[in-house]
T-cell receptor, first 118, second 112 residues
Framework: DTEVTQTPKHLVMGMTNKKSLKCEQH?????MYWYKQKAKKPPELMFV?????LSINESVPSRFSPECPNSSLLNLHLHALQPEDSALYLC???????WGQGARYEQFFGPGTRLTVL | GDSVTQMEGPVTLSEEAFLTINCTYT??????LFWYVQYPGEGLQLLLK?????DKGSNKGFEATYRKETTSFHLEKGSVQVSDSAVYFC???????????FGPGTSLSVIP
């Protein structure tokens, strides 16, 4: 299984709602990532989890709250979002992170969740 | 800082035309280089990769060679198809960081 899956595919929410995005991989990868992609732009890194611990938070507002309950799952909890948070949210995973060379750091992306905040 | 530059397009080609999308990078050390493709309404797929100088990545008729002397990783395909219409992102990954650094993306439209 060389796939990263994300649910839901589409999500529409109001500014007062609480919702969650889910990401799953069964490749045994120990690093997982959340990216945000606005239309016609490249993805921007939000969070990195390594061995189920948050290792990077790219100064993301607290209305986005990541969670990594186990090595295969990554959630992104959403609360009190703004319309400008509407975007495609991509999850990715890689075998490892660290200090050597090699293709094991390549990141595999999921299909994304398209979020619309009304 | 590290960065990736690529032609932004949009690029419009006729079917069976030759494709080149230029990509150059700025980075210290020895990054790995990637091309990702994003079809309309979908996530990113890894198209090809190269991890050291002079490596050639290839997949689905696409090729790119890691040229350290010119800091380039240009994407080529000899004969494009309508199904190749997508946005192509050149990217680098510094092995000491987790952040994939993407270029701005190049939108390709192939017309019959």
């Amino acid at each position: 299984d060389t796939e990263v899956t994300q649910t839901p595919k589409h999500l529409v929410m109001g500014m007062t709602n609480k919702k969650s995005l889910k990401c799953e991989q069964h490749m045994g990868h120990r690093a997982m990532y959340w990216y945000k992609q606005k239309a016609k732009k490249p993805p921007e890194l939000m969070f990195v989890y390594s061995y189920e611990k948050l290792s990077i938070n790219e100064s993301v507002p607290s209305r986005f709250s990541p969670e990594c309950p186990n090595s295969s799952l990554l959630n992104l909890h959403l609360h009190a979002l703004q319309p400008e948070d509407s975007a495609l949210y991509l999850c990715a995973s890689s075998q490892d992170r660290g200090w050597g060379q090699g293709a094991r750091y390549e990141q595999f992306f999921g299909p994304g969740t398209r979020l619309t905040v009304l | 800082g590290d960065s990736v530059t690529q032609m932004e397009g949009p690029v419009t080609l006729s079917e069976e035309a030759f494709l080149t999308i230029n990509c150059t990078y700025t980075a210290t050390g020895y990054p790995s280089l990637f091309w990702y493709v994003q079809y309309p309404g979908e996530g990113l797929q890894l198209l090809l990769k190269a991890t050291k100088a002079d490596d050639k990545g290839s997949n689905k008729g696409f090729e790119a060679t890691y040229r350290k002397e010119t800091t380039s990783f240009h994407l080529e395909k000899g004969s494009v198809q309508v199904s190749d219409s997508a946005v192509y992102f050149c990217a680098l990954l510094k092995t000491s960081y987790d952040k994939v650094i993407f270029g701005p993306g190049t939108s390709l439209s192939v017309i019959p």
